[in-house]
């Protein structure tokens, strides 16, 4: 299979689970929508947990050293949200969501308005920011096949089904989030020629996993964390692996 042929399958998924989703959902009453909603942020808990669970790898620690994963991760968070707040990511997100609505469904009331763009931002980011996205991504690039990106495909078109559910036709704008992350980590790894370090990927899997538990904290509605503002926190991560590679040698 031709490299980002596989990113073409899972916007298919997306797109079909996206449409089962919104015809179904339409049939089900408030609060079995919300309980749906309710249970993809339990499984988006566990996934990452799963993910931040990374931290613990023993590439990471024997590059860094046993104290300096912990500081990583949190360096990348830190550093990478404020990177993230001063652009404002969560906020031109919305913004983009809130301009495809108008675009593809017109000027509609303030709260189905609200509701595309949560569907777009929440789904954009569990679909985009989990590690098979990077790995599998860069993996397709570099020629050593799409089983990761065709297994997160299958993953994607259950989890649409149920996010289009709750949310609606945002679900399916985030098919175009998908292209553009998707498609621009295959180019990263057509020009690589090799894969990250497994330490490098331990820290950005690490660093996307805790982003997932704010993901699953908004869909649980504790807390409106603005995940997109921490989303630099993955081009950070690799970074200070490499600082604190050359200080722990």
Do not use: Y
Not at 62 to 91: F, H, K, N, T, Y
Not at 176 to 181: E, K, L, P
Request: with cysteine; hydrophobic share 55%; glycine share 12%.
């Amino acid at each position: 299979m031709l490299p980002g042929l596989a990113t073409l399958v899972n916007v298919i998924t997306v797109l079909l689970g996206a449409t089962a989703g919104v015809l179904l959902g339409n049939r089900l009453p408030v609060r079995t929508r919300d309980l749906v909603t309710d249970a993809l942020g339990l499984v988006t808990f566990l996934i990452a947990a799963v993910s931040a669970m990374a931290v613990l790898s023993p590439d990471l620690s024997d590059e860094v050293g046993d104290s300096a994963p912990m500081l990583i991760v949190l360096g990348s968070l830190l550093l990478g949200g404020i990177v993230g707040s001063l652009l404002r990511l969560e906020q031109r997100v919305e913004g983009f969501g809130g301009w495809l609505q108008q675009r593809l469904a017109g000027e509609t009331e303030s709260a189905e308005r609200a509701r595309f763009i949560e569907g777009f931002v929440i789904s954009s980011l569990v679909f985009c920011t989990g590690p098979l996205t990077i790995l599998g991504s860069l993996n397709d690039g570099l020629g050593n096949g799409p089983d990761q990106i065709l297994l997160k495909s299958v993953l994607d078109g259950f989890a649409a089904v149920a996010f289009a559910a709750s949310f609606g036709w945002g679900v399916a704008a985030s098919a175009i989030t998908i292209v553009v992350v998707q498609g621009g980590l295959t180019l990263v790894g057509v020009g690589l020629g090799d894969v990250l370090p497994d330490a490098h990927l331990a820290a950005i899997t690490a660093a996307g996993g805790l982003m997932l538990v704010g993901v699953a904290l908004r869909l649980l509605r504790i807390r409106e964390i603005p995940v997109a503002d921490l989303l630099p926190a993955l081009l950070v991560a690799p970074l200070l692996v490499e600082v604190a590679v050359a200080l722990h040698g």
